[in-house]
């Protein structure tokens, strides 16, 4: 199933221009038209994005996800996902903490 480009900015909370400079650097296949020639993004894309906005918003640069997307190590993307996703999970806490903090003095 493919989904347009203003969905997938939406699903995923990144710009189009952001989609376009992924796929213009490779981390994420050549993304398709449909026969409307709108762009069309695979389910596949679609979870790729998603992983690399979870590894940027952890503090990963473009050439470290790069690195680690064409190793093809499975288990080692897993195990880095995993990672990212827990440092982003313990900012979000600390930024609920903060604005407990704040709001309960």
Known sequence: MYKRIGEVKKIIGISTRTIRYYEEIGLITKIKRDSSNY?????????????????????????????????????????????????ERAKVNRLIKMIDNYFDK
Do not use: C, P
């Open 39 to 87: 762009r069309a993004i695979s389910e596949d894309d679609i979870y790729i994005l998603t992983m690399i906005t979870h590894f940027r918003s952890a503090g990963w640069s473009v050439d470290e996800i790069r690195k680690l997307l064409e190793s093809n190590n499975q288990d080692e993307i897993k195990r880095q996902y995993l990672i990212a996703l827990k440092e």
